[in-house]
């Protein structure tokens, strides 16, 4: 049996995405900038994704530039924000629970002349709004908060945010990465300048995304170069990609109801269930959390070995142990929702997808006991 | 990432989990860093020699700090206490086939935790 509970790490490519997508390697290969048929085809299709991607998140498609994923978009909006209004001030504001693309972007610009303010967050992982409107200053230039968090699945207050930041005249973008086509988003609503996205974290094909940057906003290009993408972001446009990220955000909109129904049954059942084995418990938000996203602490065990066992039981999970990673220091965001190192290690990041059913997550129910116990009767923690 | 040595000694570990009444006790690591190890022996006289008769080793950490817990018993068991002080973590990272870099350095603790059990054993013995 094969499981897979990593949505939030990436998706498969949905199988009418990949039909979408394969004309625009062949038979339309153009490059979007040719003035023959072969050229205006290919235009054709890159206007057309843009017109849908836009919709989902009530843009206009004027506002929509492609990437190369979320991590490009998050780097862009926040390092070109930065020093493209530098005349305005050094100070930007952030949050201790962004992904590393945010927060790695924030840090290159602390070490160039910019002064970073790191708010943290409630045990939920929630930032407070009056903490955002506390650290502006005159020389604020930009705010950066995700959307949701994608370890603890915990969504924030962004629209209270971006009311906060309007009025106070800062630019404020989000890393949506993980929400896009999860849960509504309208972006005149919440109030964003600028929205990170990425396509395979919504079933489509890896390698494409799209920052949207509001009418208006003053920011430099991404790349320099024959100007595509409205001479913000050159480079020949990879129709493929596009198209195939413009179909699953087609999917998306369409079907989100239905899938958020679907997850969050699922999650609810999964989470009912982890509940049972003593001493754990489910991080992030009960409530103001992605519909497909479960994480839980099991103390006394580490997590990489819970998930090399899980792996051998086909079940693909992730976790926020230091031993998964290169720094061998636990997840950042369960430190900063006040958990041990300790604790921090323990967990483990089960995220659901539109295909998983009942029926996995009652083989997980039913091995995942068993392998938190035997891990734990090895454990010198454990009985103490 | 891991050799299909440690997995087996991940999968199935040797001489896991709790001893009663030990001749000596070697406690290692941090569980702050992700990796705690306790490992407990048992002593015997034999040919006029003392030797390792038992090995069992408590584990809180990574795959490769259970392969590591699980392949220091293979490794001492048996051994007179002069041999068993000269495994050392190289031994044991050779015996698993190799270990990943990072993992060599934070979970590669089980040839100290066995020497400072050796040392407790010692310590009690002279005291008696």
């Known amino acids: 049996m094969k499981i897979y509970l990593d949505h939030a790490a990436t998706t498969a490519v949905d199988k009418e995405v990949i039909k979408a997508m394969l004309p625009y390697f062949d038979d339309k290969f153009g490059n979007a900038s040719s003035l023959h048929q072969f050229g205006q085809e290919a235009k054709?299709?890159?206007?057309?994704?843009?017109?849908?991607?836009?919709?989902?998140i009530n843009a206009d498609p004027r506002e929509i530039i492609f990437t190369s994923g979320g991590t490009e978009s998050d780097n862009w909006a926040i390092k070109k924000i930065a020093f493209t209004n530098e005349d305005k001030g050094n100070h930007i504001i952030t949050s201790r629970i962004e992904h590393h693309a945010v927060l790695e972007s924030c840090e290159f610009l602390g070490k160039n002349g910019f002064k970073v303010t790191y708010l943290p967050v409630d045990r939920y992982g929630r930032v407070n709004p009056e903490d955002v409107k506390k650290a502006i200053t005159k020389s604020t230039v930009l705010v950066t908060i995700m959307h949701a968090n994608n370890e603890i699945g915990t969504i924030e207050p962004i629209e209270e945010i971006?009311?906060?930041?309007?009025?106070?005249?800062?630019?404020?973008?989000?890393?949506?990465v993980q929400t896009v086509g999860k849960v509504p988003i309208d972006v005149k609503k919440m109030n964003v300048d600028l929205l990170s996205c990425s396509s395979h974290k919504l079933y489509g094909p890896k390698?494409?995304?799209?920052?949207?940057?509001?009418?208006?906003?003053?920011?430099?290009?991404?790349?320099?170069?024959?100007?595509h993408e409205f001479c913000l972001r050159s480079g020949t446009e990879n129709i493929a990609g596009i198209v195939g990220f413009a179909k699953a955000c087609e999917l998306a909109q369409r079907d989100m109801?239905?899938?958020?129904?679907?997850e969050k049954k699922l999650a609810d059942r999964l989470i009912r269930g982890v509940s049972k084995i003593p001493e754990?418990?489910?991080?992030?938000?009960?409530?103001?959390?992605?519909?497909?996203?479960?994480?839980?602490c099991f103390k006394y065990i580490e997590g990489e070995s819970l998930i090399l066992h899980l792996d051998d039981k086909g079940i693909a999970a992730s976790t926020g142990s230091a031993c998964s990673t290169k720094s061998l220091k636990p997840s950042h965001v369960l430190t900063a929702i006040g958990l041990s190192p300790v604790d921090a290690h323990g967990s483990l990041r089960l995220?659901?997808?539109?295909?998983?059913?009942?029926?996995e997550i009652d083989y997980v129910l039913d091995v995942l006991p068993k392998i938190v116990e035997d891990l734990r009767k090895i454990s010198p923690l454990w009985g103490k | 990432m891991y050799s299909k040595k440690v997995m087996e000694h991940f999968r199935s570990p040797h001489n896991l989990g709790e001893m009663k009444d030990p001749d000596g006790i070697g406690k290692i690591g941090n569980p702050v860093c992700g990796d705690l190890m306790w490992v407990y022996i048992k002593v015997e006289k034999k040919n006029g020699k003392d030797i390792l008769k038992d090995i069992k080793v408590k584990t809180f950490g990574c795959v490769a700090a259970i392969a590591t817990s699980s392949m220091i018993t293979d490794l001492a068991m048996g051994?007179?206490?002069?041999?068993?002080?000269?495994?050392?973590r190289d031994n044991i990272a050779s015996a698993l086939e190799g270990l990943p870099p990072i993992k060599m350095h934070c979970s590669n603790l089980a040839a100290d935790g066995l020497h400072k059990a050796i040392e407790d054993y010692e310590k009690k013995k002279t005291k008696v």
């Open chain 1, 44 to 56: 054709e299709a890159l206007e057309k994704s843009r017109e849908t991607v836009a919709k989902l």
């Open chain 1, 162 to 176: 971006g009311k906060i930041c309007k009025e106070k005249g800062v630019y404020f973008h989000t890393d949506a």
């Open chain 1, 207 to 227: 390698g494409v995304g799209f920052l949207y940057v509001k009418k208006g906003t003053k920011i430099a290009p991404m790349i320099h170069g024959g100007g």
């Open chain 1, 257 to 262: 109801e239905k899938r958020v129904k679907h």
């Open chain 1, 280 to 296: 754990s418990w489910l991080n992030g938000h009960p409530e103001k959390r992605l519909p497909g996203n479960t994480n839980f």
């Open chain 1, 351 to 359: 995220t659901l997808g539109k295909d998983n059913t009942e029926k």
């Open chain 2, 79 to 88: 051994k007179t206490l002069e041999e068993a002080k000269k495994i050392t």
